[in-house]
């Protein structure tokens, strides 16, 4: 029972680099979906996907792209790291549109931008 | 759309003893989900409870309860018997609306002393 996988659990990189979180699920989910963990803000929605080739931004998508050509593959690129992007990234699941479902969370990737 | 409030960042209770979150939100929606997750210092989220709006009786998942005030739009959950390993941050959350994604609060972080 694999789940879904983040990795790496732990990222430190220098500003301006370009750096890719993986995530990946094995239960062929329809809905994918990467959240951001801050102090003081609790998680939030930087980007999700209804299936593969669909993405959509959320509330904090600016700095990051998001792909997704394979169903159990949803990738989320920093395209030139800065110290503000310095979090915890939470990729998360659902098998279909159904909120009383409840996401299902990777473990995370703690990111460190110098 | 939603709006999720946790107004106290920390709490503390004694081994054994009850202890209560609190958790408010706004929506226009009738339709809404609403759930707690904990983050245990292993960083993972887990769903603890989950509460439909339309239910009228609150939900119950052994020691852990939740007071459901839809008129106060008020979501708070009850931990009794609390043990030493349900010290963790405890997120409440919301979905509401058709178009809608899990939106977050803030958190609590809840220490429990032996």
């Known amino acids: 029972d694999a789940g879904i996988t983040q990795s790496p659990r732990y990222k430190i990189t220098e500003t301006g680099r370009q750096v890719t979180l993986m995530c990946h699920q094995t239960?062929?989910?329809?809905?994918m979906f990467w959240y951001r963990q801050d102090l003081g803000h609790g998680l939030r929605l930087i980007y999700y996907?209804?299936?593969?080739?669909?993405?959509d931004k959320g509330e904090v998508p600016d700095g990051y792209v998001v792909s997704r050509s394979k169903t159990e593959n949803f990738p989320l690129t920093l395209e030139s790291a800065t110290r503000s992007q310095t979090s915890v990234y939470f990729c998360?699941?659902?098998?279909?549109?159904?909120?009383?479902?409840?996401?299902?969370f990777g473990s995370g990737t703690r990111l460190t931008v110098v | 759309a939603q709006t999720v409030t946790q107004s106290q960042p920390e709490m503390s209770v004694q081994e054994a003893e009850t202890v209560t979150l609190s958790c408010t939100y706004d929506?226009?929606?009738?339709?809404?989900?609403l759930f707690w997750y904990k983050q245990p210092p292993s960083r993972q989220m887990i769903l603890v409870i989950r509460?439909?709006?339309?239910?009228?009786q609150n939900a119950t998942e052994n020691r852990f309860s939740v007071n459901f005030q839809k008129a106060a739009k008020s979501f708070s959950l009850k931990i009794s018997d609390s043990q030493l390993g349900d010290a963790a941050m405890y997120f409440c959350?919301?979905?509401?609306?058709?178009?809608?994604?899990?939106?977050f609060g803030k958190g609590i972080t809840l220490s429990v002393r032996p």
């Open positions: 998360a699941s659902l098998p279909y549109w159904a909120p009383n479902y409840g996401y299902t």
């Open positions: 239960w062929s989910h329809s809905y």
């Open positions: 996907s209804a299936a593969a080739d669909i993405t």
């Open positions: 929506t226009s929606e009738s339709d809404y989900y």
């Open positions: 509460q439909e709006a339309y239910k009228q």
């Open positions: 959350a919301a979905w509401a609306g058709a178009n809608s994604k899990l939106t």
